[in-house]
């Protein structure tokens, strides 16, 4: 979905993955730290620094508060309180500049799904790890996967930090576009369920169906 592209927060990659985290333990490694600590905890907290970049040039990084369930995303944006929630279900974008939510379908989500999917171990045997440093490892779509249905991304750069947790990402498509997420203070506590997952639309919003 392009204009979730635009936001900085995932690139339009093809369909097919679940929000999910595996009760198995991981394969990857990059995935490893992660998903244990979700597991035992419930919930994920992060500051993120991302940007983006295409042929037509870059974006200017922006700051946000991440935070991760099993099966839930949320991204808030601190420079302009945009905000961004993925589930199973589907989604909500909220737009403070317009004065708009769009309701995102299941469907449409699933590109951004792909990456965060990656991170956190689920969906493994979709994806070949390669360790390239002590630190760094490159993932890569599986051949079985590249046959059957559209890759979900070209390549995911995963640095991890002294703790082993991701300190930086960088995922490439197949048109060429880059996007970098930088970790910072990663923390973890008790899970707060799907309803912090939820946004809804404040008084003078519209309220958009993406379908």
Known sequence: MRALVAAGFATALAAGLALAVSPAASRLETARVLEQRLTRHGRAEAQVVHALADALGAAAPRRARLALEPGLVRLDFTDDGERVTLREDGGEWLQPGPRQILLLPSDQIAGA???????????????????????????????????????????????????????????????????????????????????????????????????
């Open 113 to 211: 799904a792909a990456i965060w999917n990656a991170l956190l171990g689920s969906e493994r045997d979709r994806f070949t790890e390669r360790r390239i440093a002590s630190n760094r490892f490159l993932l890569t779509p599986s051949p079985a996967l590249a046959e059957n249905v559209a890759a979900p991304f070209e390549s995911l750069w995963v640095t991890l930090g002294q703790d082993r947790l991701p300190s930086r990402i960088e995922v490439r498509d197949a048109s060429g576009q880059l996007l970098r997420l930088r970790f910072s203070g990663w923390r973890f506590a008790a899970a707060r369920g799907p309803t912090a997952f939820r946004l809804a639309a404040p008084k003078g919003y519209a309220v958009v169906p993406m379908r």
